[in-house]
């Protein structure tokens, strides 16, 4: 029992995680663009959403609506503004710019929020569960599970069936041929990483909702991102979910075995995907 | 007639290698027109320097008399020039219905409108319609090189630039894709032929051009130039063809 509790537990942590990895999926997955602020920004709109809340009193169905259409802006102007001016064959610029936008977005932060972590008051939402046989689940996590299910089944929808999809997957397999059959892939990918970064708007609320938030915090974002998107396979956007999955489950059982040990397994499990499945688990070739 | 893509002088370089000196050719409504020449002639450099892939004076290219050279390749397709670039550049990952719905996609979004359409571009390759779901690497050269003409064709040109669409293809294959070129021109898209192939090029096409190192050096209608003025052109000097 304490096992299948450790699987659900997992599969909840999981949805969490997913939020984070959809938008990485999107950029790093499709477009090949690393960005190394993503968990910044994560922690950026988290701070944001807690200072709306505690300002105008918000509650956080209110920062959601707020902050999600802040995100999309704010990931416009970043393909506009940075990414746009460094995209190309190359991974190392975007790496290298958006490195530099961490430490800046990182230090900003401190400047204007202190190094404290906050945490947004859910008005008693956070604290309720369900009992079911023997175990209980938390009301939170399973909202989290279903935007991120819901989130990852759009974006796999879009990316498959819309136009923007299409033109989107064509720039990312050959910018220039994109670019002979019409594409604009400047707009193109300033679209997708103003939907990438929106998704982490939702990210942020749930994520301040669940735990506490500080400047720092963000590091770990990115990490379990990338980790999940690697697991699941380049490209794949059901494969970032289950990769999220396989993650939180891995940490969920990790931490029953030993509270130390949780984040660890997870790395473990990721380093075995990496050693037998480098393309991940629905990774092509 | 009068031309509906033209270049004035066409000056294009590779940072400091100058690739192209002052290359003037045009193409009338439904025209074919080749060009040939030896591998680094620049050939493909005109193609790309036309289509704004290279950095090039806005009065060097002209469509219908308007100035573009120099513009966005996505403004110069929304314009009416469309382009099967050489090695294919066909998008992996995705199958061939989408490869093409691509450019349906582009040409909806820019309102461009003009005759062709999915149903009838399979038609025209029976193949695109039985291999549609397949992911375009999956298929063989001949059966890509469709898929890239047709994307190109979606995109509703009133030229269609074309470069070395038989290279490494079986006889049989150029033969079949050749076979299309009537139907393209007889929507009243201009087509200019970039080959290797000069008998190719003779054979398909109304006009010629060989190029040598970044000038024309022979131009005329293609029945009418012989195979020792096009052996003179080629290869510069007094060569001739044995």
Known sequence: MQWFDALVQGVLLGGMYAQYALGMALMFGVMRIVNVSHGDLVILLSLIGISLASSFGFGPVTVMVALVPLAVILGWLLQKAILNRVVGDDPLPSLIATFGLSLALQNLMLQIWSANSRSLPGGGIESKSIQIGGIYIGLLPVIVLAFAIGLTFALDLMLKRSRFGRALR???????????????????????????????????????????????????????????????????????????????????????IDPGFGVLAGHLVFLLVLATRPQGLFGKG | MTAVLSTHGLIARYGDFQALYGVDIDLAEGEAVALIGANGAGKSTFLRAVMGLLRVAPDMVRL??????????????????????????????????????????????????????????????????????????????????????????????????????????????????????????????????????????????????????GRVTLSGRSAEVTRDQIGAAYFGGSHAVV
Do not use: H
């Open chain 1, 170 to 256: 064509a720039a990312a397999a050959d910018v220039e041929a994109a670019s002979m059959t019409g594409i604009n892939p400047r707009r193109v990918y300033a679209a997708a990483t103003a939907i990438a970064v929106g998704i982490l708007g939702f990210a942020a609320v749930f994520q301040s909702l669940r735990s506490t938030v500080a400047p720092a915090d963000g590091g770990a974002q990115l990490i379990y991102a990338f980790e999940a998107v690697i697991i699941g396979g380049m490209g794949s956007v059901w494969g970032a979910f289950i990769g999220s999955m396989v993650l939180g489950i891995s940490q969920a059982i990790g931490f029953r």
């Open chain 2, 64 to 213: 219908k008399g308007q100035p573009i050279g120099g513009m966005a390749t996505d403004r110069m397709v929304q314009m009416g020039i469309s382009i099967v670039p050489e090695g294919r550049r066909l998008f992996t990952g995705m199958s061939v219905e989408d490869n093409l719905r691509v450019a349906v996609d582009q040409a909806q979004r820019m309102g461009r409108k003009g005759g062709w359409s999915l149903a009838r571009l399979q038609a025209l390759f029976p193949i695109l319609k039985d291999k549609a779901r397949t992911p375009v690497e999956s298929l063989s050269g001949g059966q890509q090189q469709m898929v890239a003409i047709g994307r190109a064709l979606l995109c509703q040109p009133s030229v269609l630039l074309c470069d070395e669409i038989s290279l490494g293809l079986a006889p049989k294959v150029i033969r079949e894709i050749y076979a299309a070129l009537p139907e393209i021109r007889a929507q009243g898209t201009a087509v200019m032929l970039v080959e290797q192939d000069v008998g190719l090029a003779q054979s398909a096409s109304d006009r010629l051009y060989c190029m040598l190192e």
